[in-house]
Every structure is written in structure tokens, then in C-alpha cells.
């Protein structure tokens, strides 16, 4: 019964990650790519440094809001 309610709630948060990726694209903010995000070149462009700052905010604040969720659907 226990694995049952952890695969349906892993699936959820699957489902409600790739419907934010989709969302997220069709209003032209796509992961990776977001205001906020480093990326330097050097300039002879054989380095490339990429830190995806903002992306790394938003993911944290959607997981820490679903497993919020999932915690207290599960009380």
C-alpha cells in the first residue's frame, strides 16, 4: 500500500514538472535560459563557464512547493 502512494506521488511530480517545462516554453522562458543565468566565453572560445543561477531558484522553490505538498497530503 505505502509503494503504491509513493509511485502515484512521484508520478505527479513528474507530471507537474513537464507541465511546467511546457509552460514555461510557450511563454519563451525556457531552463537554462532564463534572466539571471551566467554564461561566459573566453574569448578565443574554447572556454565556456555556465552557471544557471535563476534556473536553479526556480527549480528549488517548485520542489520544495511539491514535496510541501506531498508531505501534508500524506498526514
Do not use: Y
Not at 507537474?16 to 561566459?40: E, K
Amino acid at each position: 500500500m505505502e509503494l503504491g502512494k509513493t509511485l502515484l506521488g512521484v508520478g505527479l511530480v513528474l507530471i507537474a514538472v513537464g507541465a511546467s517545462v511546457m509552460l514555461s516554453s510557450r511563454l519563451g522562458l525556457t531552463f537554462g535560459r532564463l534572466p539571471g543565468d551566467l554564461h561566459w566565453r573566453s574569448r578565443s572560445g574554447n572556454t565556456q563557464v555556465f552557471f544557471p543561477f535563476a534556473t536553479c531558484i526556480l527549480l528549488s522553490i517548485i520542489l520544495s512547493a511539491l514535496l510541501w505538498l506531498l508531505r501534508s497530503l500524506r498526514r
